[in-house]
C-alpha cells in the first residue's frame, strides 16, 4: 500500500495558506460593508479547520520520504482537493452558486482555463472579482510554489513533483527543486506586478488592474467583467497581449535571462515556434476579417492579436466581436487553441514542443517510406529523441484527441447542440477558456449548460491541467501495488 500520510500533510498545509488568502477578499468586502465578507469568512474558517486537523493527524509524515507514487497522488491531490475549498467562497457567499457550479468554477479558476458560470461579473462584490483572480494566480505555478515550501520539510528533492506536473526543466540547470521554487517565484512575481502596474497606466482601476494582472500572468483569464477586454480596448489589448505572451513562454528561459544569459530564450526552438504559428495566424484572420468584412485594418489586427494570442496562451480573454467572427475563424482558432503555447509556462493544450516532435517524427517517416534503406533518427534542436519519448508522445496525443472525442461526445448527450459541445471538451480540456456556440452566445459563459454537462467538463480541465496520464495513472490497479 502507499503511505498517503505525506500527501495528506503537504495538501492539509496548503490549505491553511488557502484559509489565510481568503481573508484578502474577505476584508475587501467586509471594508465596503458587504454581509458577503462574512460568508468568505466562514469559508476561511472551514478550510483553515480541515487543514489544521490533517496537519495534526499527520505530523508523523516528516519522518519519511515522498515516492514518485507519492508525488502523483500528491499532484492530483491538490488539483482536485484545493478547488473543493476555494469553491466555498462562491457556495456560502455571492454568487451563491450550487457547489457542483462552484466547483467548477473553482477547477476554472485553479487549472487557469477561465471558463465560467457566472454571469453578471460586474455587479459581483470586488472580493469575490478579487478571489477569482487569486485562484488563477495560485493556479499558474503559485500551487505549485506553496508545495514546494513544504516539501523540503520532509527532506525530499523534489524534482519529482514538478515532472508530475509536466514542467520541462530544459536539462535542468537548476537540480534543487527548492532554488528552482524560488526562482521562478520571483520571476512570476515580477511578471504580475509588472502587469498590473501596466494595466492601471492604461486606464484600469485598481481592482480590474489586479484582477486582470494576476489572471493574464496566470494565463487564466477570469475577468472582473461580463465585457472581459472590451472594457478597455486599445491600449489595453495590446498590453493585455504582450504579457499573455510573456506568461506563455517558458519560465526557465527567464531565469536565465535574470542570471544574464539570454541565448537561451533567443535560440529556445519552442519559443521561436510558438510566436511564428501565432503571427501566421494573426496575419490570415485579419486579411480575411478585412476581405470579408470591410472592417478597418487597425481593429481587425488588434482584435485579432488579442484574441488568437488569448487563445493560443490558453488565457481565455475577448474582446470586441471576435466570438461571433464566423467559421474560417472558428478553424483557425480551434487549431491554435488545441496546439497551445510553451512546455514549462503555465499554458495548457498539446503544448508546441509535442507538436514539433511529432511533425519531425511525421517527416523522418515520409521520408523513410520514400527511401526505405535510409537511416534517421527524429531530432528535435540538434538532439536526438529517444523511442520512449516518442512512444510517450504517440500516447499523449492519442489520449487527448480520444478524451476530447469522448467528452464530446457525453456533453452533447446531456442535451447540449454539437458546437457547442465540441468547442466545451475543446476548451476545458486544453484550458482554454474560451466559449463558442448556440449556447454560449447568449451570455459568453457557460451558466447555460446542464449540470451533466458541468461534471464532464470539469474532469476534463483537470485532465488537461495534470496532462491527462497524471489522473488516468492513479485510476490504475496496478498503482497501487507494490
Not at 508523523?60 to 469553491?87: C, D, E, H, M
Not at 480573454?317 to 467559421?327: C, E, I, N, R, Y
Amino acid at each position: 500500500m502507499i503511505e498517503i500520510r505525506p500527501v495528506a500533510y503537504v495538501i492539509g498545509r496548503i490549505l491553511i495558506v488557502l484559509a489565510i488568502l481568503m481573508m484578502a477578499p474577505a476584508l475587501v468586502d467586509l471594508y465596503d460593508g458587504l454581509r458577503n465578507g462574512w460568508r468568505i469568512c466562514e469559508a476561511a474558517l472551514v478550510t483553515g479547520f480541515v487543514g489544521v486537523c490533517v496537519v495534526m493527524t499527520t505530523q508523523n509524515a516528516l519522518r519519511t520520504t515522498l515516492s514518485v507514487k507519492q508525488a502523483y497522488l500528491l499532484t492530483t491531490g491538490i488539483w482536485t482537493v484545493v478547488p473543493a475549498f476555494g469553491a466555498l467562497p462562491f457556495y456560502l457567499g455571492a454568487p451563491h452558486l450550487q457547489f457542483s457550479d462552484a466547483y467548477f468554477e473553482a477547477v476554472s479558476g485553479i487549472t487557469t482555463t477561465g471558463a465560467t458560470v457566472i454571469f453578471g461579473l460586474d455587479e459581483l462584490p470586488a472580493g469575490m472579482n478579487l478571489w477569482r483572480g487569486m485562484l488563477n494566480w495560485l493556479g499558474g505555478l503559485g500551487i505549485a510554489f506553496i508545495a514546494m515550501i513544504f516539501l523540503p520539510l520532509m527532506r525530499v528533492g523534489g524534482m519529482q513533483f514538478f515532472r508530475t506536473e509536466g514542467f520541462e526543466t530544459f536539462g535542468k540547470e537548476l537540480p534543487r527543486a527548492t532554488d528552482l521554487a524560488v526562482e521562478l517565484a520571483r520571476v512570476y512575481m515580477l511578471l504580475t506586478v509588472a502587469c498590473m502596474i501596466s494595466y492601471g497606466l492604461v486606464g484600469m482601476t485598481a481592482l480590474d488592474a489586479i484582477v486582470n494582472g494576476a489572471a493574464t500572468i496566470a494565463t487564466g483569464g477570469f475577468s472582473p467583467s461580463d465585457l472581459s477586454f472590451e472594457k478597455y480596448s486599445g491600449a489595453g489589448e495590446y498590453v493585455g497581449t504582450v504579457f499573455m505572451l510573456l506568461g506563455s513562454l517558458p519560465y526557465l528561459r527567464y531565469v536565465q535571462l535574470i542570471k544574464g544569459d539570454a541565448k537561451p530564450l533567443w535560440r529556445d526552438a519552442q519559443a521561436r515556434a510558438y510566436l511564428r504559428w501565432l503571427a501566421l495566424a494573426v496575419g490570415v484572420v485579419t486579411l480575411w476579417q478585412i476581405a470579408h468584412s470591410g472592417m478597418a485594418w487597425e481593429p481587425a489586427f488588434r482584435q485579432s492579436l488579442f484574441n488568437l494570442t488569448s487563445i493560443m496562451s490558453s488565457t481565455g480573454f475577448f474582446s470586441g466581436s471576435f466570438p461571433a467572427w464566423g467559421g474560417f475563424m472558428m478553424i483557425v482558432a480551434f487549431v491554435i487553441g488545441t496546439i497551445g503555447a510553451c512546455s514549462g509556462s503555465s499554458a495548457a493544450g498539446l503544448s508546441v514542443f509535442r507538436v514539433q516532435v511529432a511533425l519531425a517524427a511525421l517527416r523522418v517517416h515520409l521520408a523513410q517510406i520514400t527511401s526505405p534503406n535510409m537511416v534517421a533518427s527524429v531530432k528535435y534542436d540538434g538532439r536526438r529523441v529517444e523511442n520512449d519519448v516518442l512512444n510517450g508522445l504517440i500516447l499523449f496525443f492519442t489520449g487527448y484527441i480520444l478524451l476530447m472525442g469522448i467528452m464530446t461526445v457525453g456533453i452533447s448527450l446531456s442535451g447540449v447542440d454539437t458546437v457547442s459541445a465540441l468547442f466545451a471538451a475543446w476548451t476545458t480540456l486544453g484550458n482554454v477558456g474560451y466559449g463558442f456556440g448556440p449556447l454560449v452566445l447568449r451570455t459568453g459563459t457557460f451558466i447555460d449548460f446542464p449540470q451533466g454537462a458541468i461534471a464532464i467538463m470539469t474532469v476534463a480541465m483537470l485532465l488537461g491541467r495534470l496532462g491527462l496520464l497524471a489522473i488516468l495513472v492513479i485510476v490504475l490497479p496496478s498503482f497501487y501495488r507494490s
